[in-house]
């Protein structure tokens, strides 16, 4: 066991604000973004890089938060769920999900909201395939994954031009 | 879940990572996507005392076209070679990179991290094997190159020393009358394939005149098939030529029973694969645009 390991200083912005931060090594991007940022809309569920209950954006690309470290973040832009809200105004792709019950228990919702943000961010018209391969690492335990395909096609729809 | 506490190094080359990775010595390891490695060190199968991160070093995700091959940087991440137009001329390195994990696992895992890793379950080995494929090894004394069948030695084990690290990974662009396809056969998107199967072919009107293919998921690493590329070779694709491949390819494979399968159930379902590939590789062959994805059960 390796004694007195330094922490290293990072500056990550999060949600369009910048934190200078000290971390552990080992800890977790999604540790950190819970524990020290105490933004807890990011859910850890299967903690195996299965469920992407943990997934936020990562310079514009979905990563799962509990498979990299909070050092390896040192100078990102990260988005978590708490950034999708603007002025009190849902963002259309939350707007979707409540419109078209893209949800049940809602654990796995953030994740699947930022899988869909990277998706419409690239592809503006995706067809079903498109959707069902843009969410397929993120797990919906309530297997409610209808309702989910309307969601990301109604978001889609509400965010063309935008 | 937390790793074993550890030591973090961001190295600023690949030269200065193999130096402090020769430095640090056995209980150093380098990080590159880390999805592998990090599931790892979560569950404790893996706790090394010292990270060197790579992910901070300038110029190492890139794809080249040069001199009819393609190169690529180390940590050039599979969703990148996903995209490339340069890779969609191969396509059988395109069903590869498109077909691994999911979204966020091809956003970070990089085409040399699983070379390095050489799991007996990854996607890169075992399509790799049925191309001309080399890996640059970058070390202190300098860069050695490595053909991949001798680059992957045994399930988790490379050619690779401690303080080397992948620099390059070089494939060959196949002929014009060559088509290749990638198949996986998996329970859901982020695991690991139950078996998967790869071929690379030639077509002279309606006969194969030369013709690779590896199997993945059953050996401890990607399997070869010789006599199933000999019963392919030189023959028109007709249901028998087909039956031959497929009866050699059931005997080649040698998979562990798991809960993903019995050893049997491997055998069949590998040679089915196999079936499948060789007519998408085919149709490629002769110039077909055919879209493939894994198969789920």
């Not at chain 2, 893996?46 to 110029?59: K, M, R, T, Y």
């Not at chain 2, 690379?200 to 690493?221: H, K």
């Not at chain 2, 002769?286 to 789920?296: A, F, P, Q, R």
Request: charged share 20%.
């Amino acid at each position: 066991m390796p004694d007195a390991i330094p922490k290293v200083a990072i500056q990550v912005k999060v949600n369009g604000k910048l934190h200078s931060l000290q971390v552990e090594p080992r800890t977790l991007l999604v540790e950190m973004l819970r524990e020290q940022l105490d933004l807890t809309g990011t859910h850890v569920g299967c903690d195996t890089t299965y469920c992407g209950a943990c997934t936020v954006l990562l310079n514009g690309a979905a990563v799962k938060s509990c498979t990299m470290f909070a050092v390896q973040a040192d100078g990102a832009e990260i988005l978590t769920v708490e950034g999708l809200e603007k002025d009190g105004q849902l963002h259309p792709v939350q707007k979707a999900f409540g419109d078209a019950y893209g949800l049940q228990c809602g654990y796995c919702t953030p994740g699947i909201m930022l899988s869909t943000l990277q998706l419409l961010s690239r592809n503006q018209r995706p067809c079903e395939k498109d959707i069902r391969k843009a969410i397929a690492g993120n797990t919906c335990r309530c297997t409610g994954y209808q309702n989910i395909l309307k969601a990301v096609t109604l978001a889609a729809e509400s965010m063309k031009g935008a | 879940m937390y790793p074993r506490a550890f030591h973090y190094h961001r190295a600023g080359s690949l030269k200065e990572a193999a130096t402090m990775l020769s430095q640090l010595g056995d209980e150093a390891k380098p990080l590159a996507g880390g999805q592998s490695l990090i599931p790892l060190m979560k569950l404790r199968f893996a706790s090394p005392a010292h990270l060197v991160d790579l992910n901070f070093i300038p110029g190492t995700s890139y794809i080249k076209e040069e001199g009819g091959s393609l190169r690529f940087g180390p940590l050039t991440r599979h969703s990148e070679i996903e995209d490339s137009a340069a890779v969609s001329k191969v396509p059988i390195l395109h069903d590869c990179a498109a077909g691994i994990a999911d979204v966020q696992v091809r956003n970070r895992g990089t085409i040399g991290g699983s070379l390095a890793e050489a799991d007996p379950s990854g996607d890169w080995a075992v399509v790799l094997m049925t191309l001309a494929t080399e890996v640059h090894c970058l070390g202190k004394t300098g860069e050695r190159k490595i053909g991949l069948p001798e680059f992957i030695q045994d399930a988790y084990t490379t050619a690779l020393a401690q303080d080397e690290l992948v620099n390059e990974v070089v494939v060959k662009i196949p002929g014009t009358y060559s088509g290749g396809a990638y198949l996986a056969f998996k329970r859901a998107a982020p695991v690991y394939p139950t078996a998967s199967a790869a071929v690379q072919l030639s077509m002279e009107g309606d006969v194969c005149t030369e013709a690779t293919i590896a199997l993945g998921c059953v050996g401890l690493t990607p399997i070869r098939p010789k006599d199933a590329e000999d019963a392919l070779r030189g023959q028109p694709i007709t249901e028998k030529t087909m039956a031959a491949v497929q009866e050699a390819v059931r005997a080649a494979a040698d998979p562990q029973a798991d809960m993903r399968g019995s050893v049997d159930y491997k055998r069949h379902l590998v040679a089915a694969l196999v079936k499948r590939a060789i007519q998408v590789a085919v149709r490629r062959a002769h110039g077909e645009k055919v879209e493939v994805s894994h198969l789920y059960a």
